[in-house]
């Protein structure tokens, strides 16, 4: 993304910001809402794409190359807590798998009937977790 032309770059950041984009993302990060709310999402979900310096910021970072924590990963040595959705249709269990590998002393929890966002879908079960991990270290 970092040699993509500006003109392609801004083009590719307002495509971002459409309304049939957001909400089919909104259609693969929830777990069976209604249209109702996954239309409420979509709009809640572009409201920071609205904003006047979004699309100038975006193609900054974009443009710089974005950030890249792939080679700090092993440097983390405290207790982390990987909470992953069953049904995540945005990250796949492969991706989720190979975190939890290069985190040697990582806890990896499976949320069930859950999509991309499991405090949202289950927020008390995210709760009751973090609860746990931060009480003591498990969950």
């Not at 974005?66 to 983390?76: E, H, L, T």
């Amino acid at each position: 993304m970092a040699k993509l032309p500006k003109v392609a770059a801004y083009a590719g950041v307002s495509l971002l910001k459409s309304t049939p984009l957001r909400f089919y993302a909104n259609m693969l990060a929830f777990n069976d809402i209604s249209l109702a709310t996954t239309f409420d999402w979509t709009n809640v979900g572009r409201l920071h794409c609205l904003l006047p310096w979004w699309k100038d910021a975006t193609v900054s970072f974009m443009s710089s190359g974005g950030y890249n924590v792939v080679s700090q990963i092993k440097q983390v040595k405290q207790k982390v807590l990987v909470i992953c959705s069953e049904q995540d249709n945005i990250i796949s269990y492969k991706q989720i798998l190979r975190l939890r590998c290069e985190l040697s002393s990582a806890i990896m929890r499976l949320i069930p009937d859950s999509g991309h966002l499991p405090h949202v879908d289950n927020p008390a079960s995210i709760a009751k977790l973090i609860a746990g991990f931060a009480r003591n270290g498990r969950c």
